[in-house]
Nanobody, 116 residues
Framework: QVQLVESGGGLVQPGGSLRLSCAASGFTFSMYYMNWYRQAPGKERELVAAIGTNGGSTNYATSVKGRFTISRDNVNNTVYLRMNSLKPEDTAMYYC?????????WGKGTLVTVSS
């Protein structure tokens, strides 16, 4: 069955870094656009970063541009989110999602907490 499993979240101090991973299985990963979303308590879910099928095209939310980097490995069916210079406002549950209309798959998320 389709699975997206996020990992790499945790507690980090402001200014620190984390790398999130999302391991995919059960579908043809290389044919899907991959996105990272986040949702903070009491806030709406927002798109953080997106990457095209071959990794050549990326887009970022303004709030993370220059600090976060999305990448993918189509051999190992994994998408990554490298997060640098983390701020308390980056605290949220982070989700990866696979999109190829009309199909859409979601992981269960990994929690990132930025606090001193």
């Amino acid at each position: 069955q389709v699975q997206l499993v996020e990992s790499g979240g945790g507690l980090v101090q402001p200014g620190g870094s984390l790398r999130l991973s999302c391991a995919a299985s059960g579908f043809t990963f290389s044919m899907y656009y991959m996105n990272w979303y986040r949702q903070a308590p009491g806030k709406e879910r927002e798109l953080v970063a997106a990457i095209g099928t071959n990794g050549g095209s990326t887009n970022y939310a303004t709030s993370v541009k220059g600090r976060f980097t999305i990448s993918r490995d189509n051999v190992n069916n994994t998408v990554y989110l490298r997060m640098n210079s983390l701020k308390p406002e980056d605290t949220a549950m982070y989700y990866c999602a696979a999109h190829r209309s009309p199909r859409e798959y979601w992981g269960k998320g990994t929690l990132v907490t930025v606090s001193s």
